[in-house]
């Protein structure tokens, strides 16, 4: 059974810096689209950023220049660096990847909270 487990949120300051991490497991045999999204509350989920298979990255206007997202396909692991932490950067962030098993579906973890104090 596949899943994808995060890991590295937490309480930061503003202007500080977190790493999130997130890891697929399972019978796996490839893994298209990686990436994470966010959920503040009372909002709805918004994708953060992005990287294809082939290593193209897709951000959101307002985490660019802050957020980078990387990947280590033989790991099938990606990370979310996150500098510059804003108070409205604080939400719900939650894993998403296309894996390949079987047939092609979407996963998604079960999120991990970050919290950045003003």
């Known amino acids: 059974q596949v899943q994808l487990v995060e890991s590295g949120g937490g309480l930061v300051q503003a202007g500080g810096s977190l790493r999130l991490s997130c890891a697929a497991s399972g019978i796996i045999f490839s893994i298209n689209t990686m990436g994470w999204y966010r959920q503040a509350p009372g909002k709805q989920r918004e994708l953060v950023a992005a990287?294809?298979?082939?290593?193209?990255?897709t951000y959101a206007d307002s985490v660019k220049g802050r957020f980078t997202i990387s990947r280590a396909n033989a790991k099938n692991t990606v990370h979310l660096h996150m500098n510059s932490l804003k108070p409205e950067d604080t939400a719900v962030y939650y894993c998403?990847?296309?894996?390949?098993?079987?047939?092609?579906?979407?996963?998604w973890g079960e999120g991990t909270l970050v919290t950045v104090s003003s």
């Open positions: 998403n990847a296309d894996i390949v098993t079987t047939t092609v579906r979407e996963y």
């Open positions: 990287m294809s298979s082939g290593g193209t990255t």
